[in-house]
């Protein structure tokens, strides 16, 4: 290690992918777990929004909505690339597990874990800054662009 460090040597190159050393299921379970551990934090996040959320009903605003909420624009961004973060992983949690015994229970659970996360931010998000459009659209970005890559190649690529 300190030889790479002193020699210029890039040492990291030794951990990337390699098509020729590494095994297509062991960069599945890899994948798995990182795109796992993304959703678990994301969907924390979501449900229990940095700052956490009012406890009382003092000084105009109300409890159990999200702190972080006053500072309007900044919530926002965190809740649009929050569920942007969510969705994708949730896609490449559904595309690695095609064929899996259970598929369709991974599915549902998938499912399920969207509409609590979605309910989760409609009561601590207090109604007067409601931009869902935005949230649903980045929820929706990951899964639309699939399928216009998933289209581009069976119209473009017919092999």
């Known amino acids: 290690?300190?030889?790479c460090l002193s020699t210029g040597k890039s040492w990291y190159k030794r951990f990337q992918y390699d098509e020729g050393r590494d095994q297509p299921s062991d960069v599945r379970n890899v994948l798995l777990v990182v795109s796992t551990?993304?959703?678990?934090v994301t969907f924390q996040a979501g449900i229990n929004p940095p700052g956490g959320v009012w406890q009382d009903d003092d000084s105009g605003?109300?409890?159990g909505?999200?702190?972080y909420a006053s500072q309007s624009e900044a919530y926002h961004i965190f809740l649009i690339a929050n569920t942007l973060a969510l969705s994708a992983s949730i896609l490449?949690?559904?595309s690695l597990t095609c064929r899996f015994p259970f598929h369709f229970e991974i599915i549902v659970a998938t499912i399920s874990?969207?509409?609590?996360?979605?309910?989760?931010i409609f009561a601590v998000t207090p109604?007067?800054?409601?931009?869902?459009?935005?949230?649903?659209?980045?929820?929706?970005?990951?899964?639309?662009?699939?399928?216009?890559?998933h289209l581009f190649n069976k119209v473009f690529r017919r092999e």
């Open 127 to 149: 109604s007067e800054n409601v931009r869902f459009r935005y949230v649903t659209a980045a929820a929706s970005v990951p899964f639309i662009l699939r399928a216009l890559i």
């Open 113 to 120: 874990m969207i509409v609590t996360y979605g309910s989760a």
């Open 37 to 40: 551990l993304i959703a678990a």
């Open 61 to 63: 605003h109300i409890a």
């Open 65 to 67: 909505q999200a702190i």
């Open 92 to 94: 490449v949690i559904i």
């Open 1 to 3: 290690m300190v030889g």
